[in-house]
């Protein structure tokens, strides 16, 4: 530098120091300050010091080995113990089977499930505005009313379900169809989850799917970038991520808020004792059960339409991946499975259909083989290390069954994956053994009056789908167990009687390889080779 040029102040290097400076500073505020488990408790990783604590923070895929080690070592002692926090993920207390009854008995203002969620999905900044998770009222809705309606969405999932499938699956009957399964069912499951939303034609609206599709992309991008910046900096970052949601709900609303606006226009004319509307009945959807719910309750916030289309967008959220995971996981293990599997899920599926004449919900209750097959997938391939979180919501905290005192914040969470493998809780946990649940209920079936009476016939029915336990944790359990279960049984029931009636598949030679990064399974692609059958499948005409 020359001689009495001036050094710039502000130079690119000194801005990029500063920020990295600012970035590690806050960064290790937070490690501070963030509630943490109390050290008097086992912690697996690297330990509980400082030093351990960035070894934690940085362990990407030691997070399985450390549960299953936490899992042998201390819950089966009946003791908790703490999985670390890595990369800006909160650690966890996971609770022994021992206690996870108690667990789930306590109420919300003490443990409490949506504050867990709130803050795992970042609900300041990932769902349009923060009182879509605050005041989740979309799952109150849900709780109440889609039981309730699964006779009459039944129908409508039948009618639903050849076009979904033909659509990703197509209906060349001469060559097989390359397929990636994960993708094809995240384009099949938004248009059925949507026709329990807002029904037809809307669920067939490709731009509006698209738009839909977008948003839980977004969700889960924001939730998971903003882990990884310190909190301080969440107004900012979180607010530009935000953006892209606003933008995919945005475009979704342009087609739900018309149609919201109408329904509620015909709502009020029906209620009024318009003569016009004596025959009208309406739909039964989502935007009904909200308005009506809410009516019923005077939530009068909650009877706005656009409030009604944006409580559509965290229940499109809840249902797209975990469904469209369960079915790639399903249709993975059933097609690497011995090939008797697949024969004997069509034969059932064809024995059902001639007996009921079509979809029922009699009959979907009757479909065993199918319903192991989806439970035994999500024992065998569990999508998430720990399930069920609940956060210590009473100011003066906890004290759980063993004594031990837990502060207000903390984390608590069930070790889903190493109880789906415990072998003093399942057989042979290694294997995919697809009618793992149903072979007794088929025995019981195939009994005497006087032999089913001596069978505790209530147990056999504690192994179905859509029954939680704490064995059995991938619905969650409890109050909290999701309430969407009894659709997706149904939705996916459908979904693959249809597949394997109409479609042929070519075996896999070994079941698809599991990838686990933090405390979730990466899926893996997958592809298959599919085929139209010229006719659907019977007994007599197989090939
Ligand atoms: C295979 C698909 C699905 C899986 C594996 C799944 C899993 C879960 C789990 C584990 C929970 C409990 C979370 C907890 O206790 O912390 C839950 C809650 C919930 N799920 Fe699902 N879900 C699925 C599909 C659906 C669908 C299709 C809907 C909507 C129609 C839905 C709506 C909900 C709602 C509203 C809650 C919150 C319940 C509450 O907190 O009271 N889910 N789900």
């Excluded at 209920?441 to 032999?451: H, L």
């Excluded at 504690?462 to 939680?468: M, R």
Aim: proline share 6%.
């Amino acid at each position: 530098m020359a001689r009495g040029e001036e050094e710039p102040l502000v130079t690119v290097q000194a801005v990029g120091a500063a920020i990295l400076t600012y970035w590690i500073i806050a960064t290790a505020y937070n490690f501070l300050y963030a509630p943490r488990p109390p050290t008097t408790i086992p912690w697996v990783g690297y330990g509980k010091g400082w030093f351990a604590g960035m070894r934690n923070y940085t362990a990407l895929t030691k997070s399985k080995e450390w549960l299953l080690a936490g899992y042998d070592q201390y819950s089966k002692q009946n003791k908790i113990f703490v999985l670390p926090a890595t990369l800006g993920m909160q650690p966890e207390v996971v609770m022994p089977k021992s206690q996870l009854s108690w667990m789930f008995d306590q109420p919300d203002h003490i443990l409490s499930t949506s504050e867990a969620h709130y803050e795992f999905l970042q609900g300041d900044y990932a769902f349009v505005k923060p009182i879509i998770l605050k005041d989740p009222y979309h799952e109150h809705v849900i709780h109440k009313s889609l039981v309730r309606n699964l006779s009459a969405i039944i129908p409508d999932l039948e009618e639903e379900v050849p076009h979904a499938v033909e659509a990703v699956y197509g209906t060349d009957t001469n060559e097989f169809k390359k397929v990636d399964v994960l993708d094809s069912f995240m384009k099949m499951i938004p248009g059925l989850t949507n026709r329990m939303l807002v029904g037809k034609p809307l669920c067939r609206e490709r731009k509006f799917l698209d738009a839909v599709l977008a948003f839980t992309m977004d969700v889960i991008r924001t939730q998971s970038s903003l882990f990884l910046f310190p909190k301080a900096l969440h107004p900012i970052i979180g607010n530009l991520f935000s953006l892209t949601v606003k933008y995919h709900y945005w475009q979704s609303s342009q087609w739900t808020l018309p149609l919201i606006k109408k329904r509620i226009a015909d709502i009020e004319k029906k209620d009024a004792g318009d003569p016009e509307y004596k025959a009208w009945k309406e739909p039964s959807d989502f935007i009904t059960w909200s308005y009506r719910t809410a009516q019923a309750e005077g939530r009068h916030d909650e009877m706005q339409p656009d409030r009604i289309a944006q409580r559509i967008m965290p229940i499109n959220f809840a249902s797209i991946h975990t469904t469209s995971l369960t079915a790639y996981e399903t249709l993975g293990n059933i097609l690497s499975a011995d090939e008797s599997v697949v024969l004997s899920l069509r034969k059932e599926a064809h024995r059902i259909l001639q007996e009921e004449g079509g979809w029922t919900k009699q009959g979907l209750s009757k479909m065993h083989r199918m319903d192991s097959a989806i439970r035994e997938s999500q024992r065998a391939a569990p999508i998430a290390l720990t399930f069920v979180h609940r956060k210590v919501v009473a100011k003066e905290g906890i004290t759980t069954p063993e004594g031990i005192h837990i502060a207000h914040g903390t984390l608590l969470s069930c070790p889903w994956t190493p109880l789906a493998g415990d072998t003093d809780i399942h057989e042979h946990p290694e294997q995919f053994d697809a009618f793992r649940y149903s072979r007794a209920k088929e025995e019981f079936d195939s009994m005497s009056n006087e032999e089913k009476a001596n069978v505790d016939a209530l147990r056999l029915k504690q192994s179905g789908l859509v029954t939680t336990g704490i064995n059995h944790l991938p619905f969650g359990h409890g109050r909290h167990a999701c309430p969407g279960r009894f659709f997706v049984s149904h939705e996916l029931k459908m979904i693959f009687a249809h597949l394997l009636l109409n479609y042929d598949f070519k075996q896999l030679t070994e079941r698809p390889k599991k990838m686990w990064v933090i405390r979730y399974q990466v899926p893996l692609p997958v592809n298959i080779e599919v085929r139209r059958r010229k006719s659907i499948w019977t007994p007599e005409v197989q090939a």
